[in-house]
């Protein structure tokens, strides 16, 4: 399927997923808006490096997804926003009692609110467009618990509900928001837990993957961030135009549980 002609905004899309996300919708034609809190060179190289493989305009917008008006700014900035994926995230692990309150409210800013922010925004271009997609990263974390991930559990579950009220919202517009709700992708944000886990729990490298950070995930491997891209470009075409305000799972079964 073609997306030429559509300009895909992705948030937080310097790395993992949201960068899986970038080359995928690239790849089907769309052109592409990154994003970051950072302003470096290498993130500018990468808008660069895509543009050239693919053939598509790319862009890299830098702004904080932990700041209201910079998320408003960012998409007024890219002026036109076909697709909107709402992926920056960050997150922490501790006992609520012991979770710093900055932590919380950064995650809240960055893994829920930053979507409020930015669709506000997005809807009038799509609704102006006369079409539009919003595919909000969820996780697994949005349909179930874990503890000690009290500030992710509650913003992932918060932006399934999100979802769910944009797509009532938009129901008799040809525009749709639907979740994807990944299990353990093997991202940087993954990456960096093997080292600390190896480490506590005196285990090797695979058995750490295996019996910790694959420990739900029945399928016993990680999803890919290509799997992730080419998810949110089905919920781009036209085959998925009736699928709205749901949840689609990538998670070898986690949920199945
Ligand atoms: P990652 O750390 O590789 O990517 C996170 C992205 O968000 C990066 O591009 C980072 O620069 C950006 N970001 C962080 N804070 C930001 C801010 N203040 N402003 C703008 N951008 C910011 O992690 P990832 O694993 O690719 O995670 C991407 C999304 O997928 C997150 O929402 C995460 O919760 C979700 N997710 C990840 C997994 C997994 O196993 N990796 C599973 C389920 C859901």
């Known amino acids: 399927m073609s997306l030429q002609g559509k300009t895909a905004v992705i948030t937080g899309s310097n790395?993992?997923?949201?960068?899986?996300?970038?080359?995928?919708?690239?790849r089907a034609g769309a052109d592409v808006v990154l994003n970051?809190?950072?302003?470096?060179?290498a993130d500018h190289a990468l808008a660069e490096?895509?543009?050239?493989?693919?053939?598509?305009?790319?862009?890299?917008?830098?702004?904080?997804?932990?700041?209201?008006?910079a998320c408003r700014s960012f998409i007024e900035q890219?002026?036109?926003?076909?697709?909107?994926?709402?992926?920056?995230?960050?997150?922490?692990?501790?006992p609520i009692q012991d979770f710093p309150v900055e932590k919380w409210d950064a995650i809240i800013a960055?893994?829920?609110?930053?979507?409020?922010?930015?669709?506000a925004v997005a809807l009038p271009l799509?609704?102006?467009?006369?079409?539009?997609?919003v595919v909000n990263i969820a996780s697994a974390h949005g349909l179930t618990a874990s503890p000690y991930k009290s500030a992710y559990v509650a913003a992932k579950h918060g932006i399934v509900g999100l979802t769910k009220t944009v797509a009532l919202e938009t129901a008799e517009e040809p525009i749709t928001c639907n979740a994807i709700c990944p299990g353990y992708v093997l991202t940087p944000l993954v990456e960096a837990q093997i080292p600390d886990?190896?480490?506590?729990?005196?285990?090797d490298r695979d058995t750490v993957i295996?019996?910790?950070?694959?420990?739900?995930?029945?399928?016993?491997?990680?999803?890919?961030?290509?799997?992730l891209g080419s998810t949110a470009v089905f919920l781009c075409s036209d085959a998925a135009a009736q699928i709205t305000g749901t949840t689609i799972s990538v998670d070898g079964g986690w949920t199945a549980l």
């Open 126 to 133: 799509m609704r102006e467009a006369g079409w539009g997609r």
């Open 110 to 119: 960055i893994d829920l609110s930053s979507a409020f922010h930015t669709t």
């Open 197 to 203: 886990t190896m480490k506590e729990y005196g285990m």
């Open 210 to 227: 295996r019996d910790v950070l694959l420990a739900r995930q029945p399928s016993k491997e990680f999803a890919t961030v290509e799997q």
């Open 49 to 69: 490096q895509i543009a050239k493989e693919t053939g598509v305009a790319v862009r890299y917008i830098q702004a904080d997804m932990s700041d209201g008006a």
């Open 36 to 41: 970051s809190f950072t302003d470096d060179e």
């Open 15 to 26: 790395s993992g997923i949201g960068l899986g996300v970038a080359w995928e919708l690239a």
């Open 78 to 94: 890219a002026g036109q926003c076909d697709i909107l994926i709402n992926n920056a995230g960050v997150q922490h692990v501790a």
